[in-house]
């Protein structure tokens, strides 16, 4: 059974651009996460969808924006790159909106910002 | 600032030593997950504690939640090379229970 996966895996990207990530979740979970991980440091919630609706948003501008779409798979996207979205973004996916069982992470998109 | 900080942040240790990994805060959670996060991967889930002073055993690893439900700590035995990563601690609140506050990670290194 495949487990979460992302795409791409690498990216680079100048200053201003606008970047879209893509996660496909384990099948039968209907919860998607989104983190940002920079380097040498834990991740950073973004925010989650759950059946297809934002359930919960981190301390993230309005730059980053997502959709569930109703194979339960998830986009993120990210406007007018700054140097500082540079990072791993992860993404995790569980059965349930809550967390108490933990959730299964992908291997993460790096994102460079040039 | 950290919500979780994690401690020490560095360790490098040789095989069959022994080495815990600790994380507290000051604010309360339900539940403290622990991972491990290898170079070039997403972290992997190794445990969830719910119950304060809950302890779980996996093998040469041992987790353990405090009682006020506000640090935890990792203990691994008789360390291996395969053990180096970096682990994070990670935890829910229960007004915002899919939101994971993750500390900022123990990188642990065991050299042969």
């Known amino acids: 059974d495949a487990g979460v996966t992302q795409s791409p895996t690498h990216l680079i990207k100048t200053r201003g651009q606008h970047v879209t990530l893509r996660c496909s979740p384990i099948?039968?979970?209907?919860?998607v996460s989104w983190y940002q991980q920079v380097l040498g440091q834990g991740p950073q919630f973004i925010f989650q969808?759950?059946?297809?609706?934002?359930?919960g948003r981190g301390n993230f501008p309005d730059q980053f924006s997502g959709h569930q779409f109703p194979n339960y798979s998830s986009e993120l996207n990210v406007n007018a790159l700054l140097l500082g979205d540079s990072a791993l973004y992860l993404c995790?996916?569980?059965?349930?909106?809550?967390?108490?069982?933990?959730?299964?992470f992908g291997s993460g998109t790096r994102l460079t910002v040039v | 600032t950290q919500l979780l900080e994690q401690s020490p942040q560095f360790l490098s240790i040789q095989e069959g030593e022994n080495l815990t990994v600790y994380c507290n805060s000051s604010?309360?959670?339900?539940?403290l997950q622990w991972y491990r996060q290898e170079p070039g991967e997403g972290p992997v889930l190794l445990v969830t504690v719910v119950t304060g002073g809950e302890v779980k055993k996996l093998k040469r690893l041992t987790f353990q939640f405090g009682d006020a439900r506000k640090d935890s700590s990792l203990h691994i035995t008789a360390a291996q090379p395969g053990d180096t990563g970096l682990y994070l601690c990670?935890?829910?609140?229960?007004?915002?229970?899919?939101?994971?506050?993750f500390g900022g990670g123990t990188r642990l290194m065991v050299k042969p």
């Open positions: 990670a935890g829910l609140k229960g007004n915002a229970g899919n939101m994971l506050t």
């Open positions: 995790a996916s569980s059965f349930l909106a809550g967390g108490n069982y933990g959730y299964t």
């Open positions: 969808y759950y059946e297809k609706e934002e359930r």
């Open positions: 604010s309360v959670f339900s539940s």
């Open positions: 099948s039968g979970h209907k919860s």
